[in-house]
């Protein structure tokens, strides 16, 4: 899921599901599943978060002028971009 939000992040392809799903979470200000946040499936929610914070992050380096000064200006978004391109590595 990772792999697939950062290629989404690039420009590959489109949105995992799971990434699609918090972006329509956000749009509609609504929850996947009616009712409140426990009545959501497990796990579900913290999957979309990661997503959203991994698309955000990779997303932001990517589009930064100066990679370095925004690693240093976003130190919790580096650590994201530096365990993404990890894994993207292998």
Not at 11 to 27: C, I, K, N, S, T
Not at 43 to 57: F, I, P, W
Request: aromatic share 10%; charged share 25%; no cysteine.
């Amino acid at each position: 899921m990772i792999r697939a939000v950062a290629a989404f992040a690039r420009g590959e392809g489109p949105p995992p599901p799971v990434l699609q799903q918090a972006f329509d979470a956000r749009g509609w200000g609504a929850l996947p599943e009616a009712g409140g946040l426990r009545d959501q499936r497990p796990g579900e929610l913290a999957r979309m978060t990661t997503a959203y914070n991994v698309y955000q992050a990779y997303r932001g380096f990517l589009q930064a002028t100066d990679p370095r000064r925004w690693a240093q200006d976003h130190p919790e978004g580096w650590q994201i971009v530096r365990k993404v391109r990890e894994l993207e590595r292998g």
